[in-house]
């Protein structure tokens, strides 16, 4: 599978992305700690794909850095500074989050679903709001079903349109949990298109993902998690060519 494919894209739009560090993260539910002193530094503009085995602490490590769930120690900077300073709501604004369910408005269009996100967030007026979903969602290739609701759209264009939402907040990183993994086998490579050409343009993205080709071909670094650490961090050439954990071993093995 090659990610070149690019759907439709505007003007030359670059994004701002910024830097992102996890200093020795450490995360629990109640008693149970699921990510122990995790460090992680993501540079301006790359992308760090999160590989690991099922109950690694892959999600909830996404769910450290946008603070859905609080972190027990350790810090998240954010172009330096600590989120675990600032209001949860200013963080969420900075750092946007796609899972792999797209939890769209069922009875908005597309467009309605991006303006209402832009106008609730950004408190912009109704007609600026919906100039930036407009853009954002040709940004993405969905100019044409803007005016649909998600019931009409495909599982990968009901996707771009959360991608577009996520976009128009304008974050500085985006995270993205099993973005595909909810759709038909057909309508993943679209997604993952849409997420390399993000990732050419300057948005910083840590992306958790079984999608292995994807994480090989557009990541700048990969990261292999088990049992809530890190195992194993690097180039993806290094990391699937040449493990060096028995783990990583193990587990691409299992995968590839
Ligand atoms: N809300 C929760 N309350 C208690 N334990 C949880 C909660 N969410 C996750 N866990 C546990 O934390 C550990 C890490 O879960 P997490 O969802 O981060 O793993 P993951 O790597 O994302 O797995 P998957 O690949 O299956 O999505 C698991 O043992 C899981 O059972
Ligand atoms: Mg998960």
Known sequence: MTYTTPVPITDGHFYAGSSLELRD??????EIEVLRE??????PGTTTCIIGPSGSGKSTLLRGVNR???PKSGDVLLA????LTQKPDAVRKRIGL???HFNLFPDHTALENVALAVRHV???SKAESRRIAEARLEEVGLAERADHRPRDLSGGQQQRV???????????????DEATSALDPELVKGVLNLMAQLAQRGMTMLVVTHEMGFARKVADQVVFMDEGRVVEAGAPADLFEHPKSPRL????SEVL
């Not at 330096?80 to 989120?83: D, L, P, R």
């Not at 959360?162 to 993205?176: D, G, K, N, Q, S």
Request: cysteine-free; glycine content about 6%.
């Open 25 to 30: 993260l450490t995360m629990a539910y109640g």
């Open 38 to 43: 995790v460090s992680l530094e993501v540079e």
């Open 68 to 70: 859905l769930h609080e």
């Open 80 to 83: 330096g500074e600590s989120v």
């Open 98 to 100: 796609v899972f792999q």
């Open 122 to 124: 950004k408190g912009l």
């Open 162 to 176: 959360a991608i577009a939402r996520a976009l128009a907040m304008e974050p500085e990183v985006m995270l993205f």
């Open 249 to 252: 071993q193990r587990f691409l």
